[in-house]
T-cell receptor, first 112, second 113 residues
Framework: NAGVTQTPKFRVLKTGQSMTLLCAQDMNHEYMYWYRQDPGMGLRLIHYSVGEGTTAKGEVPDGYNVSRLKKQNFLLGLESAAPSQTSVYFC???????????FGQGTRLTVV | DQQVKQNSPSLSVQEGRISILNCDYTNSMFDYFLWYKKYPAEGPTFLISISSIKDKNEDGRFTVFLNKSAKHLSLHIVPSQPGDSAVYFCAAKPIHAGNMLTFGGGTRLMVKP
């Protein structure tokens, strides 16, 4: 009963390096989201997807790209990491618009 | 400017007493509200929600109250238990305008035995 799984759980990057965070859900949900959590800021939406092959910008999309090639996977990419991208990243999925989102355990990313 | 605010970063309550967590919002387009609970090193988990057509929703020990005119909602936990100690996030969205949830900054609740 996996739910939403994020890979990796921790990562340290040097400024300018690139990486991809993987999110996988096994609940057949249409909607998927990437959030970042910073102290005192709550969770802020980076990008989201309303179905396979679709993506849309959220509140803080700059510096990130996403892809949803398969319904169960939602990838978040950082092309050139910056210290301002040090954060905890959460992936979530939901079956519909007026339903709660189910979150993964998070990825703690540090950019030095 | 934050559209959803939780002005109390932390709250300490004795076991068995009531916990009241508050949330204010500024966007009058918000009409669906959720509360999430988060333990350390885990993702947020959904707790309870309310739409703007209601002013109260109850689920066991948890009740959410919505005051639309004041743009204020609150989460009541009665009775509070040590296992309720966590960070609580308030979130809001417009029903007819997409999927973007806007979160507050969170309130850390500590329930003392």
């Amino acid at each position: 009963n996996a739910g939403v799984t994020q890979t990796p759980k921790f990562r340290v990057l040097k400024t300018g390096q690139s990486m991809t965070l993987l999110c996988a859900q096994d609940m057949n949900h249409e909607y998927m989201y990437w959030y970042r959590q910073d102290p005192g800021m709550g969770l802020r939406l980076i990008h989201y997807s309303v179905g396979e092959g679709t993506t849309a910008k959220g509140e803080v999309p700059d510096g990130y790209n996403v892809s949803r090639l398969k319904k169960q996977n939602f990838l978040l990419g950082l092309e050139s990491a910056a210290p301002s991208q040090t954060s905890v990243y959460f992936c979530a999925s939901s079956p519909g618009v007026l339903t709660e989102a189910f979150f993964g355990q998070g990825t703690r990313l540090t950019v030095v | 400017d934050q559209q959803v605010k939780q002005n109390s970063p932390s709250l300490s309550v004795q076991e068995g007493r009531i916990s009241i967590l508050n949330c204010d919002y500024t966007n009058s387009m918000f009409d669906y509200f959720l509360w999430y609970k988060k333990y350390p090193a885990e993702g947020p988990t959904f707790l309870i929600s309310i739409s703007s057509i209601k002013d109260k929703n109850e689920d066991g020990r948890f009740t959410v109250f919505l005051n639309k005119s004041a743009k204020h909602l609150s989460l009541h936990i009665v009775p509070s238990q040590p296992g309720d100690s966590a960070v609580y996030f308030c979130a809001a969205k417009p029903i007819h305008a997409g999927n973007m949830l806007t979160f507050g900054g969170g309130t850390r609740l500590m329930v003392k035995p």
